[in-house]
C-alpha cells in the first residue's frame, strides 16, 4: 500500500509516523508512506498556500491551485483508490471503514487547515472525507496519522499477531472483552477462574459474553448499527 499525505505542516507527521506499527510495517514494505508539502506547489512567490475567502468571513481558506497542483502531480504517477479530505463534518472514522481502506492500493489524504479549503477541492478532487470525531482540531494532521495508524495496523503482515486486530474493539460490533496477564493474583485481585482453566472453548464462550456486556453497559449505540463505510465514496 501507498499512502501520499498533503500538508502545509510535514513536521507534525514526523513523529506518529516514524515509530512503533508504521515504522516496522515501512521497514517490511507493506507500505509506503510520503508526505507532501503543500508550499511546494504554489505559484505565489512567498509560498502561500492561502488566501482571504470571498464574501468576507473571517478566518482564511486554503487555496486551489497549489491541492489541484499536488494532486494532478501524484496522479501522472500512478492510481489512487481514493482522495480523502479530513475535515470535521466527513464521515466518521469507524473500524468497518478502517477495514475497507487496508484494502486499497493507493491513497491521498489531504490535510485540512486554516478555516477550511476552497469548496471546489472537495467538489471535484476529493472522492470521501473523514472525521475522527464531533470537535475541530488546528489542523488535518492529526486526523490523517490517526487514519494512517488504524489502516496499516490491519494490513497483513504488520503486526505480529494478526490474529489481535480482529479481537480489536469494535470489530464485529462489539468492544473487547477484558484482558489479563500475569500474576494471576495481585494485592487480592484475581483474574477470573475461567481464563485459568484451559478449557478453549469455554474461554472463547466467556470472551464473547463480556464483549456483549460491555457492549451494552458502554456503547449499546453500535449494537444497533449496521456496519459503516459502506457505499462511503464522497
Not at 89 to 108: F, K
Not at 132 to 161: F, M, Q, S
Request: charged content about 30%.
Amino acid at each position: 500500500m501507498r499512502i501520499d499525505i498533503i500538508t502545509v505542516l510535514p513536521e507534525m507527521l514526523r513523529g506518529p509516523l516514524d515509530c512503533s506499527i508504521i515504522e516496522r510495517a515501512k521497514r517490511k514494505g507493506l507500505v509506503e508512506i510520503e508526505v507532501h508539502n503543500l508550499r511546494d506547489y504554489t505559484e505565489n512567490k512567498h509560498r502561500k498556500v492561502d488566501d482571504y475567502p470571498f464574501g468576507g468571513e473571517a478566518g482564511m481558506v486554503m487555496a486551489i491551485q497549489p491541492v489541484d497542483a499536488c494532486i494532478s502531480h501524484l496522479k501522472s504517477q500512478r492510481d489512487y483508490d481514493e482522495v480523502i479530505f479530513t475535515s470535521p463534518d466527513g464521515e466518521t472514522l469507524s473500524q468497518p471503514m478502517a477495514n475497507q481502506l487496508s484494502l486499497l492500493q493507493n491513497i491521498i489524504i489531504l490535510c485540512g487547515h486554516y478555516k477550511g479549503v476552497d469548496y471546489r477541492i472537495r467538489e471535484h478532487l476529493i472522492t470521501k472525507e473523514i472525521s475522527i470525531g464531533d470537535y475541530v482540531l488546528t489542523g488535518g494532521e492529526l486526523p490523517a496519522a490517526v487514519i494512517a495508524d488504524a489502516i496499516i495496523r490491519l494490513i497483513p503482515g504488520a503486526i505480529g499477531d494478526e490474529q489481535s486486530a480482529l479481537s480489536d474493539s469494535f470489530q464485529d460490533n462489539l468492544l473487547a472483552p477484558p484482558v489479563y496477564t500475569r500474576p494471576a493474583e495481585y494485592k487480592g485481585w484475581r483474574v477470573p477462574d475461567i481464563l485459568l482453566s484451559g478449557h478453549e472453548a469455554k474461554i472463547a464462550e466467556w470472551r464473547y459474553e463480556m464483549a456483549v456486556k460491555r457492549t451494552l453497559e458502554r456503547r449499546p449505540d453500535i449494537l444497533r448499527e449496521p456496519d459503516r463505510g459502506e457505499n462511503s465514496k464522497g
